[in-house]
């Protein structure tokens, strides 16, 4: 199944029915009054997560959605029948912007969610409202109302509590395999993920969380270098991110050096993102001679100087990553038990989210259009397809 995080599509609700002009004749009642019934509503068009989704992959297939009319009045003060609402089933995760004014619309961010995007046109009225005691035979109908008609763009963010970060090869995939049920594909070259990768940590019944790992960034990725920054936005509703890095990597770069540039990289994403929790995981630690290994990461802690916790794991052999596992989790708690019971910590953190939704939008609507304007210069038409990657994506919820 293709992964794919944006969709433009139109939507049109329907139209209300038209009002009835009748009056009633029956025998032996002569000038019966007026019995014209009112036009049925039109059908809203209506997004419903649904838990079982996870790309937006058919809005790109079919593009266009229309909620039938309602039914027009009739004679003896029948009203129309209404138009059914068209149920849009999407992700949840999925926020809806109108594209035109780029002003958002709703999200849907639990399961059976469901937001109203295009609301159906009222139905007309009959004659018969309009009777009076100085009109007995109104010849009035009102028509129906037309339905709302949108370009909307739906964007899905994954719900997660943990993101990962780093460097290509810096060993996500390895951690999230190591730490949960999800078998995403690992290799020794770069850009092994092309595509978020979700999986369930469980400790214990009811003690689990969600943690995403998403393509590797690298220097530029802020400007489209790589797979770009795009996929920053699925961390962007995560509540603690983990920023691995390769203790020992190939070509003997500095590990400070490294995860420096992929902070810059994340601020220049969103400021807000780049200042969220973020755990620093020292990753391959089985690499590093064992004689040497206290004093190596005791001297590269050091120079990090992390203002958030620290780990030291090897996603491989698994050392390290049951302690990071549990703290993650603890931490999870107390942050969600803090949001329950702090009003003050809850509208913060609410706050936090919207900026980091908000920054993230902006970000990838100018890569968007940067790339769109590259397109039209290299005269590759400009379709919305550049962000599309024909990988295979698994998601694993259990
Ligand atoms: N020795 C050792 N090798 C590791 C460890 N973690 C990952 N690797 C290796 O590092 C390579 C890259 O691992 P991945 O998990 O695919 O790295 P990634 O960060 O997901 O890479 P991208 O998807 O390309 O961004 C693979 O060959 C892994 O086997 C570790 O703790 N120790
Ligand atoms: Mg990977």
Redesign the pocket.
Known sequence: MKFVDEALITVEAGNGGAGCLSFRREKYIPRGGPDGGDGGDGGSVVLLADENLNTLIDFRYQPRYRAPNGRPGAGRNKTGAGGNDLVLKVPVGTTVYNDETDTLIGEVVCNDDAITIANGGRGGLGNTRFKSSTNRAPRRTTRGSPGESFKLRLELRLLADVGLVGFPNAG??TLISQMSAAK?K?ADYPF??LAPQLGVVSLAPHRSFMIT?IP?LIPGAAKGAGLGIRFLRHLTRTRILLHLVDVAPIDNRDPVDIVETIADELEQFSPALAARERWLVLNKVDLVATDQREASIQSLKESFNWPFPVHVISGVTGEGCELLAYNLMTRLEVLMSERREDPEAESVERIWLDRMAEEAHKRIAELREKYRVKRKGNDLGDGDDDDDHEVEVILVRD
């Open positions: 996500k995939s995403p690992i092994t993920t790992d590797g």
